[in-house]
Every structure is written in structure tokens, then in C-alpha cells.
């Protein structure tokens, strides 16, 4: 396995040795996990603005009656 070094944060530091110590995991373990979750997270997310930009070219949007309706719901209502 390759070894890298990287400069962690001091409070974020003290919560890692906090976490592997609660849950009998090595700080490694904890680090490659995090990293491995961020990656496929970011993966996830560049994928979907893909798939979003295909469809804006292909001219692939949602009627503006359908988005009036959705932000209609979800609107604060009018002081």
C-alpha cells in the first residue's frame, strides 16, 4: 500500500482520535473511509451534472407550468 501525508486540521484531529478510539478502529481505517465515501459522493454528483447537461442539449427541460407547480409547493408563504 502506498503511503501518503497529509496535514489534518487540529480539530478535526481531535475528533478523528476521538471516533477510532469510540469505535476500536484505526485512525487508517476511519481516513480511507471517509475518503472513499467523499470520492464516490463527488463521483455521484459530477455524473448527475452530466446527465443534466446532456439533457439541457438535447433540449430535454421541464415545462415551466410543471417547476411553477413544484416551487408553489415549497414556497414560504407571503408574509
Known amino acids: 500500500m502506498h503511503t501518503t501525508t497529509f496535514e489534518i486540521r487540529?480539530?478535526?484531529?481531535?475528533?478523528?482520535?476521538?471516533?477510532a478510539m469510540e469505535v476500536h478502529r484505526s485512525e487508517?481505517?476511519?481516513v480511507n473511509e471517509a475518503v472513499s465515501l467523499y470520492l464516490a459522493q463527488q463521483h455521484r454528483i459530477i455524473k448527475?451534472?452530466?446527465?443534466g447537461l446532456a439533457q439541457?442539449?438535447?433540449n430535454e427541460f421541464v415545462p415551466d407550468e410543471e417547476m411553477d407547480a413544484f416551487f408553489a409547493r415549497y414556497a414560504e408563504p407571503q408574509a
Open 28 to 30: 487508517n481505517e476511519l
Open 48 to 51: 448527475r451534472i452530466a446527465e
Open 56 to 58: 439541457a442539449q438535447r
Open 10 to 19: 487540529p480539530d478535526l484531529r481531535v475528533q478523528l482520535d476521538h471516533l
